[in-house]
């Protein structure tokens, strides 16, 4: 199975040569025997985030390169769901939520987003399997738990999601072999499952015994409002 660990600060989730598709700003498909969820600090200004990422890899005792992705949340409240072939990893915080539709975002007052917004929370989601997955299927397993990550949200917060999140799939290329991975597979059903468990675990611990959930963008540090609505076009038969 992917292995978790977790060490000053950095989550580390191993699988020996896996193939990794990633979200982060490192993102894409590579092979690699790691990826990491990293915590940064408040107040965290770097721009050279692959040397960051290098050294908070390195002070954590991890050597092995890999995808990474930021996150504003403490790894003490990284959660860790297994379900047959699939493993799940989620750190979740909504100082950030951003709601699609105007009457869940409440109040206004707050920025619409910006392409430069820092992992102050974020919803970072790892899903591994234990299959060798075809290249549609990888990234299909994205979507997958993009969408269970959404769904969780929505009913847990009342928000499909924060301004910073990411995913990361990852599959065994030595594994027995699965063409797809749609939530009618059996791969694909467990990985939405241990996302949404680890999901909502994750929340559960980050908004135990410290702030409380938000209820709307203007109950939130870091909210955004919806994007007004878009120009919908018609196609005349």
Do not use: I
Request: negative net charge; charged residues 25%.
């Amino acid at each position: 199975m992917f292995d978790a660990t977790v060490s000053d600060g950095v989550l580390r989730l191993a699988r020996p040569d896996a193939r990794w598709l990633s979200t982060g700003f490192d993102g894409g498909e590579r092979r690699a025997d790691a990826a990491y969820n990293v915590t940064v600090p408040e107040g965290w200004d770097r721009t050279d985030l692959a040397d960051y990422v290098t050294e908070r890899r390195a002070d954590a005792g991890f050597d092995a390169d890999g995808p990474a992705l930021l996150t504003g949340v403490s790894q003490r409240h990284a959660r860790v769901a297994r379900r047959g072939p699939a493993t799940a990893v989620a750190t979740a915080g909504l100082s950030n939520p951003a709601p699609l539709f105007a009457a869940d975002a409440g109040s206004a007052g707050h920025e619409t987003a910006s392409d430069d917004a820092p992992p102050v929370g974020t919803v970072n989601v790892f899903v591994g399997v234990e299959r060798s997955l075809a290249p549609g299927a990888l990234s299909n397993l994205v979507a997958v738990a993009a969408s269970a990550k959404a769904a969780t949200l929505s009913r847990t917060a009342g928000f499909p999601g924060t301004t910073t999140d990411a995913v990361v799939a990852a599959c065994d290329p030595d594994a027995e072999r699965a063409r797809f991975s749609g939530t009618g597979t059996a791969v694909g059903a467990a990985a939405r499952a241990c996302v949404r468990d680890a999901v909502r675990a994750s929340l559960d611990s980050r908004y135990a015994d410290e702030e409380a959930m938000p209820d709307s963008v203007a109950d939130a540090r870091h909210g955004v409002a919806p994007v007004p609505e878009a120009d919908v076009e018609v196609f005349e038969p």
